[in-house]
């Protein structure tokens, strides 16, 4: 079977995403897009990034094309391919093509998961030139001032095979994510998933405690996300302490030990 | 928890703990499957500290139960309950309530100055343990309910101590109100000391402010020395400043407190640091936030003297543009008679020392084989494990396309031939897709620390290490050496030859890893520029170096401290611009203050526990390299 084109969502956003700014990110990202400037968004998983670039899209009022990259990746992926229909080939576009001719966001997530080859189809993208060449097609695609590529990456994977070139990054403006201040997470939790302060600030302990354990048999802490996760159960009738096991513990680790411990730190805030 | 209910299980817990304290059948449930060793609990509890914040603490067993703010001193059993488990919940405690002291601000700096001056006799310090421990059950009661609720299950001797404690509860509520400090206890003392001392609870230890006093004061000078270090070697180039200010010999550098993410109320040290010049400002993500933390929990904010301005005059040469930074290639010189000579940093003057480290490279000794085949056959399930999970890894497979035969058609090969045909072109054959399996184009140098202080345990660890490894990289077929390093000062340097690139895993190779044993030193820069300069020679598309380490680089001559790491930053930094990745594996418990630092956030790992070291080393290796 001829593969198909990569999986991607394009989403117009028609209803404002939540988003908490931390900095001045949205102004950066504003003024990247202004000037054509493809953004890298860099950090752990599940602080933001993905929430981000939905909010941007509806901010500059821009639809999103996300493509989550994984290792079996092409450029035909993302580019697009022939494929055969009732005795004729017919050329589909890929999702970054379709971005291109549309003028979207188009959001590369966990770009160096994607083999490596892959990521030098958006060089000329990225750069003043901002062309996409399709060459099964003989094509070369000029991007519309609407056009903003942006991918995202988490620079603590600890593998030398999945690192982002310099020749890829040193295109981009990056912006570094990291988990919110606690004032920020507990507003994010509260808004995310109405909960009240006291339930998101106990998770919000939580989290910073499991993040005092990254590196020291946790390869990372909880991330917003799973504090979210966690908070949902709370307000949909679990008790605290299955829900910080299930949504928390259970999630970060499958080492028995850290495991006991994870579940002591979750039984002892709630 | 009510009262009430909390009164029912405690009444539950009583007649156990009576039941225990009945001599008779004491020596029934002092058996050892009802007791609770510390080193059952240690490693636990060192993770459940961990994760409650704050200072990194020191998990030690010793007769008196108590903390000096910098360990937690447990007794070496604990046999109080019925239960096993129960007496692990006690050791949970007992961390807790310590940890407590150190995060709720029992043992501030000025709290200690007082205590030592005006209370630390023999009747002042239990009354004030008592008055701390009501304020602190508090304080734990609004930021971790679960604790509390075992606080007060666990925490009688019995009926009468619970009741006493009522009445001292009674006379130290205002110490249970929020916001209360170990001051308003301080203030308690003359009102409460008249009365009959309750019991110390099940977890609470004593108190020895001397020995506080004494650790803190040499922690406090430490601290203060680092800090103020870090704010001198900060790059202001990397800094959002404006370049025609770096000159301005008026202006100058100062630390500041951003005080809206500093919550002393809820005690969460957490601090955004700044660094001002005139009127601009930037803020330094990641500053040192254990070492600031360290400081906030000694100290109600950042002492104004610790953020003292520093003229920028006195060090204008790391500022200014056109300062000496040495020439970014490192510079060996040709072997000479064995030795080669490599140059180090210096970062108090921003300069290198050239030809200053010589370095010979010897043949490791060789030991007895045996200890490799008593490694195989202690680890044997293991190896099979590795084996199976390696041959794993080479199983993993790429689709190839244009191939002239293959699993599959390959469409885009058949549009194009088709084509090329109706364009009167000759079709081509090369029209199928197959996977094959990928190749892995890896040259990794081990470089193992045989200083002294390996000794024992951690040697035995690296040498099981590097036997397992050797296990899984053959299966891999991944280009691989091993090098030991160790040396006496900068004139005695020396890397030891265990394998090269390109000899076999053989029996000298496996007599060698027998034969490593603690030798010196430390001096890790010279060993990482000899040994990445012949990672460089090697042809790979990724070169690895990776260390196995169990301490902070140091050498008997002044290589050590801020100065080690900085010149073992520099010849990382001179290596990874040839295209070498480093990477550090260690057993060292303190080592997330400099190896961030020195290799990068995500470029290290510390392993707990020496005994899993081994095991360790395989699993990371196979998460780089896949």
Redesign the interface.
Same mark, same amino acid.
């Given at each position: 079977m001829p593969k198909q084109p990569v999986n991607s969502s394009k989403r117009v956003l028609s209803n404002k995403p939540y988003y908490e700014p931390i900095g001045d990110e949205v102004a950066v990202f504003a003024a990247a897009y202004r000037n054509h400037l493809p953004v890298l968004l860099k950090g752990p998983t599940g602080c933001g990034k993905t929430r981000f670039v939905e909010y941007m899209a509806w901010h500059l009022k821009r639809s999103v094309i996300t493509v989550a990259c994984h290792d079996d990746l092409t450029t035909s992926d993302l580019v697009g391919r022939y494929l055969v229909k009732g005795g004729e080939t017919l050329w589909v576009d890929g999702p970054l093509t379709s971005a291109v001719r549309n003028g979207s966001i188009c959001y590369l997530d966990e770009i160096v998961e994607a083999r490596r080859d892959t990521s030098v189809v958006i060089h000329p993208l990225c750069d003043d030139r901002r062309l996409l060449p399709i060459e099964k097609r003989g094509e070369l695609l000029t991007a519309p001032p609407e056009f903003c590529l942006v991918i995202s990456y988490n620079p603590g994977y600890q593998s030398i095979l999945k690192d982002l070139k310099q020749s890829t990054r040193q295109r981009f403006v990056a912006l570094e994510f990291n988990y919110p201040s606690a004032s920020h997470e507990q507003r994010i939790i509260e808004k995310e998933t109405s909960s009240d302060s006291n339930i998101a600030s106990r998770l919000v302990k939580l989290g910073s405690m499991t993040r005092n354990l990254k590196g020291n048999g946790l390869d990372e802490g909880a991330s917003t996300r799973l504090l979210v996760n966690a908070a949902k159960l709370i307000s949909g009738g679990i008790s605290p302490v299955t829900a910080t096991d299930t949504a928390i513990a259970q999630a970060l680790t499958d080492d028995v030990d850290m495991l006991e411990v994870i579940q002591e730190l979750c039984r002892s805030v709630f | 928890m009510s009262e009430h209910k909390t009164k029912n299980v405690l009444d539950n817990i009583l007649i156990k703990k009576s039941m225990c304290d009945n001599e008779v059948l004491n020596a029934d449930y002092l058996k050892p499957a009802v007791q609770c060793e510390f080193s059952e609990a240690s490693?636990?509890i060192r993770?459940?500290v +961990? /994760?409650? /914040?704050g200072r990194e603490l020191q998990i030690i067993s010793d007769k008196q139960t108590f903390t000096d703010t910098e360990s937690l001193y447990l007794p070496a059993v604990y046999a109080i309950f019925p239960f096993a488990k129960t007496n692990f919940t006690l050791y *949970?405690l007992t961390a807790?309530h310590l940890w407590a002291q150190t995060w709720y601000g029992t043992w501030c700096y000025e709290i200690v100055e007082k205590l030592i001056r005006h209370c630390s006799t023999d009747d002042v310090m239990p009354v004030f343990n008592r008055l701390e421990c009501i304020r602190l059950d508090a304080c734990m009661a609004r930021?971790?309910?679960?604790?509390a609720r075992e606080f007060e299950i666990f925490g009688y001797t019995n009926d009468y101590a619970f009741a006493q404690w009522s009445q001292w509860r009674e006379y130290g509520r205002t110490l249970i109100e929020s916001g209360t400090t170990a001051e308003d206890s301080i203030r308690l003392i003359d009102q409460v000391k008249q009365l009959p001392l309750p019991p110390l609870k099940n977890y609470q230890g004593e108190m020895f402010v001397n020995q506080v006093h004494k650790v803190m004061i040499e922690r406090i000078e430490r601290d203060k020395s680092e800090l103020t270090r870090m704010i001198q070697s900060i790059d202001v180039n990397e800094m959002k400043f404006k370049k025609s200010n770096f000159r301005d010999a008026s202006l100058t550098r100062r630390l500041g407190l951003k005080n809206s993410?500093y919550?002393y109320e809820n005690q *969460?040290p957490?601090a955004n640091i700044q660094l001002m010049m005139g009127a601009e400002m930037d803020t330094l993500?990641n500053f040192r936030p254990e070492l600031i933390s360290s400081i906030l929990q000694d100290f109600d904010g950042i002492p104004e003297e610790y953020l003292q301005l520093m003229d920028l005059g006195n060090d204008n040469k790391d500022l200014s543009p056109t300062a000496t930074t040495g020439n970014d290639r490192q510079q060996s010189e040709p072997k000479i008679s064995g030795i080669f000579r490599y140059r180090e940093w210096d970062y108090r003057v921003q300069q290198f020392h050239e030809n200053f480290c010589s370095l010979r490279e010897l043949p490791a000794t060789l030991g007895d084989e045996s200890f490799v085949d008593e490694t195989l056959k202690k680890y044997l399930h293991l190896v099979n494990s590795l084996k199976r999970t390696f041959e794993g890894v080479l199983l993993e497979s790429q689709?190839q396309r244009r191939q002239s035969d293959g699993d599959d058609l390959d469409?885009?090969a058949i549009?194009k031939a088709y084509a090329e045909v109706a364009n009167g072109q000759e079709m081509s054959e090369y029209l199928y897709t197959r996977y094959r399996n990928q190749s892995r184009n890896i040259a990794v140098m081990f470089m193992v620390d045989m200083s002294g202080s390996t000794v024992g345990w951690v040697n035995k660890a690296e040498k099981e290490s590097l036997v397992l490894l050797c296990e899984a990289l053959e299966i891999l077929g991944d280009r691989y050496a091993i090098f030991g390093f160790s040396g006496r000062s900068n004139q005695g340097c020396e890397v030891y030859r265990i394998k090269t690139f390109d000899q076999p895993y053989d029996l000298c190779v496996r007599q060698r890893i027998s034969g490593i044993k603690p030798k010196s030193f430390t001096r890790m820069g010279a060993a990482i520029r000899h040994l990445g300069s012949q990672l460089q020679l090697t042809l790979a598309h990724?070169k690895?170096l990776i260390t196995l380490s169990d301490g902070r680089p140091e050498d008997c001559d002044g290589y050590k401290g801020q100065y080690g790491i900085e010149d073992t930053r520099h010849a990382l930094r001179e290596i990874q611009k040839t295209d070498i990745?480093a990477?550090c594996i260690t057993i060292d418990k303190e080592a997330?203050e400099y190896l961030p630092y020195m290799y990068g956030?995500?470029?290290?790992?510390?392993i707990?526990e020496v005994d899993k070291l081994p095991q360790k080393v395989t699993e990371?290796y196979r +998460?780089?390299?896949?």
């Open positions: - | 490693n636990f993770h459940f +961990r /994760g409650l /914040g *949970k807790a930021d971790f309910p679960g604790l993410d919550d *969460k957490e993500s689709l469409l885009d549009i990724t690895l990745q990477f997330q956030a995500a470029n290290y790992t510390v707990d990371i +998460r780089l390299t896949t």
